[in-house]
């Protein structure tokens, strides 16, 4: 008994003098937080806590896996890399949870405010209830491709490494799949200093704006609707899943609306890659790969460069603009790119990936594109636009006059268009000059009478 007495005793003296030390250690710390806070400034402090934070997630960083996730898949070739854009869109989603600081403001030509990740600061996202910690860095400037922060690092745990690459990357990827699907505008790129720019597309152009025969419309939206549901049959016939349009005919006939009218339509961005503007086939593989699946790469005017341009007549191309003008000649011939290597990367680009792939070349002058590119299996269906005929009038009148249905002078522009050869551009200028339907249509009649007049002179 004596001795248990002792032994609580002792402990319990034993727990006293703990307590003790407790007490003194937590008043030191008190008056040390005190003296810390009113001695060391704020920014002092926080800058000390961050030192401490970098020395210590070196210890914790043994168990965590970093991904990189650069720009450019491949910056020789400069294949893009979509998870990349995926994560440059997906994380400004996180705004309002992890984001202190975002790049955000309105681009020209385009309506909505844009955000952008610019900063190297870390954005926390959650998933399935687990932290991913992003961060956008700088790399060289050819891994940049000419612009600062060009790599997301992807920290997580070790023990979420399946997860990530299961569900997560995924997740992150569908997400951005369905943001571009719904956004509403459609982009346009333009290739300035070797690169591609993007802007809205702000042609108003639709297929029911277009004033094409009837039939002919009909055709070209069977096409792409087709196309865009034969991705199973593709597949299983072993070929590529894309498809290539020629547009010919008279400038005014509405190559470039149609072009509009099928991204609109398709919800497809569009290249618009000039020729002119290429210096090597390095430089024109790249300016291909780096556009992204579901997109339209248009070349306009394609006759009018002389790799392009019919072997045969060798008058050379029709349209000669400086920068052909420029390159051609043997001291300068080196820095274009070469027509097998056109044909080469529209191959290339067919058979890499499996998403839609669509190619468009515009010409005034069909018969002056070498016949190599013309082929089906790279131009499928070309399309001849012509001068205003028939029905094709009654949509201009609805979208400039709205004018719907009948009116008394319908048949009888109808049957001047018949007789002259004028181009939907021209018709539309003059459906501008007056404001009341009635007025506009009597200038076109004298207008076409006169154009009628002079044919027969
Ligand atoms: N088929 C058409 N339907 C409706 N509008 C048209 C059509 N063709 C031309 N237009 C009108 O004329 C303008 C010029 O047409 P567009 O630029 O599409 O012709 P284009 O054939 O591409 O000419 P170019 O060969 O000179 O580039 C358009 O903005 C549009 O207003």
Same mark, same amino acid.
């Given at each position: 008994?004596?001795?248990?007495?002792?032994?609580?005793?002792?402990?319990?003296?034993?727990?006293?003098?703990?307590?003790?030390?407790?007490?003194?250690?937590?008043?030191?710390?008190?008056?040390?937080?005190?003296?810390?806070?009113?001695?060391?400034?704020?920014?002092?402090?926080?800058?000390?806590?961050?030192?401490?934070?970098?020395?210590?997630?070196?210890?914790?960083?043994?168990?965590?896996?970093?991904?990189?996730?650069?720009?450019?898949?491949?910056?020789?070739?400069?294949?893009?890399?979509?998870?990349?854009?995926?994560?440059?869109?997906?994380?400004?989603?996180?705004?309002?949870?992890?984001?202190?600081?975002?790049?955000?403001?309105?681009?020209?030509?385009?309506?909505?405010?844009?955000?952008?990740?610019?900063?190297?600061?870390?954005?926390?996202?959650?998933?399935?209830?687990?932290?991913?910690?992003?961060?956008?860095?700088?790399?060289?400037?050819?891994?940049?491709?000419?612009?600062?922060?060009?790599?997301?690092?992807?920290?997580?745990?070790?023990?979420?490494?399946?997860?990530?690459?299961?569900?997560?990357?995924?997740?992150?990827?569908?997400?951005?799949?369905?943001?571009?699907?719904?956004?509403?505008?459609?982009?346009?790129?333009?290739?300035?200093?070797?690169?591609?720019?993007?802007?809205?597309?702000?042609?108003?152009?639709?297929?029911?704006?277009?004033?094409?025969?009837?039939?002919?419309?009909?055709?070209?939206?069977?096409?792409?609707?087709?196309?865009?549901?034969?991705?199973?049959?593709?597949?299983?016939?072993?070929?590529?899943? +894309?498809?290539?349009?020629?547009?010919?005919?008279?400038?005014?006939?509405?190559?470039?609306?149609?072009?509009?009218?099928?991204?609109?339509?398709? +919800?497809?961005?569009?290249?618009?890659?000039?020729?002119?503007?290429?210096?090597?086939?390095?430089?024109?593989?790249?300016?291909?790969?780096?556009?992204?699946?579901?997109?339209?790469?248009?070349?306009?005017?394609?006759?009018?460069?002389?790799?392009?341009?019919?072997?045969?007549?060798?008058?050379?191309?029709?349209?000669?603009?400086?920068?052909?003008?420029?390159?051609?000649?043997?001291?300068?011939?080196?820095?274009?790119?070469?027509?097998?290597?056109?044909?080469?990367?529209?191959?290339?680009?067919?058979?890499?990936?499996?998403?839609?792939?669509?190619?468009?070349?515009?010409?005034?002058?069909?018969?002056?594109?070498?016949?190599?590119?013309?082929?089906?299996?790279?131009?499928?269906?070309?399309?001849?636009?012509?001068?205003?005929?028939?029905?094709?009038?009654?949509?201009?009148?609805?979208?400039?006059?709205?004018?719907?249905?009948?009116?008394?002078?319908?048949?009888?522009?109808?049957?001047?268009?018949?007789?002259?050869?004028?181009?939907?551009?021209?018709?539309?200028?003059?459906?501008?000059?007056?404001?009341?339907?009635?007025?506009?249509?009597?200038?076109?009649?004298?207008?076409?009478?006169?154009?009628? +007049?002079?044919?027969?002179?």
């Amino acid at each position: 008994m004596g001795l248990y007495t002792r032994n609580v005793f002792s402990s319990f003296s034993s727990a006293s003098s703990w307590f003790e030390l407790y007490a003194a250690f937590s008043t030191l710390m008190m008056l040390l937080r005190t003296a810390i806070n009113e001695l060391i400034p704020p920014q002092v402090r926080s800058f000390i806590v961050s030192k401490l934070d970098v020395l210590f997630s070196k210890y914790q960083a043994k168990s965590n896996i970093t991904l990189r996730i650069t720009q450019l898949w491949d910056e020789f070739n400069g294949e893009r890399n979509e998870l990349f854009d995926a994560a440059q869109e997906y994380l400004p989603t996180k705004i309002s949870h992890t984001f202190k600081s975002l790049k955000v403001g309105r681009l020209q030509n385009e309506k909505h405010l844009e955000f952008a990740v610019d900063t190297s600061e870390k954005v926390v996202d959650e998933f399935e209830g687990t932290k991913f910690t992003w961060k956008l860095d700088e790399g060289s400037k050819d891994e940049c491709n000419g612009y600062g922060r060009c790599f997301f690092e992807l920290t997580f745990n070790e023990k979420q490494r399946e997860m990530v690459l299961d569900r997560y990357i995924p997740h992150v990827l569908k997400t951005y799949d369905t943001m571009k699907a719904q956004r509403r505008e459609v982009k346009i790129y333009s290739r300035i200093n070797n690169y591609w720019n993007a802007s809205d597309l702000s042609h108003p152009a639709t297929f029911d704006s277009l004033a094409l025969s009837p039939e002919l419309k009909k055709e070209i939206i069977d096409d792409l609707a087709r196309f865009l549901e034969r991705k199973e049959l593709y597949k299983k016939v072993g070929k590529p899943w +894309k498809r290539g349009y020629l547009l010919y005919g008279p400038p005014g006939t509405g190559k470039s609306s149609l072009i509009a009218a099928m991204a609109n339509y398709l +919800k497809f961005d569009v290249y618009d890659l000039e020729l002119s503007a290429i210096y090597s086939d390095s430089n024109l593989k790249r300016s291909m790969k780096e556009a992204s699946n579901r997109s339209i790469i248009v070349i306009e005017d394609v006759d009018c460069n002389k790799e392009t341009h019919a072997r045969s007549k060798l008058n050379g191309p029709s349209c000669n603009t400086d920068s052909d003008s420029d390159r051609e000649g043997p001291e300068t011939s080196t820095k274009s790119f070469t027509l097998s290597g056109l044909l080469n990367y529209m191959d290339g680009l067919w058979s890499s990936g499996g998403e839609e792939r669509i190619v468009i070349f515009t010409t005034n002058h069909r018969e002056k594109i070498d016949p190599a590119l013309l082929r089906p299996g790279r131009m499928d269906m070309h399309i001849h636009l012509s001068f205003l005929k028939g029905k094709a009038f009654h949509v201009l009148a609805s979208n400039y006059l709205d004018i719907k249905g009948y009116h008394p002078l319908l048949e009888q522009i109808e049957g001047l268009l018949e007789k002259v050869d004028v181009t939907p551009a021209v018709v539309a200028e003059q459906l501008m000059r007056y404001e009341k339907p009635d007025v506009c249509l009597e200038a076109l009649v004298q207008f076409l009478k006169e154009m009628d +007049k002079s044919n027969l002179e």
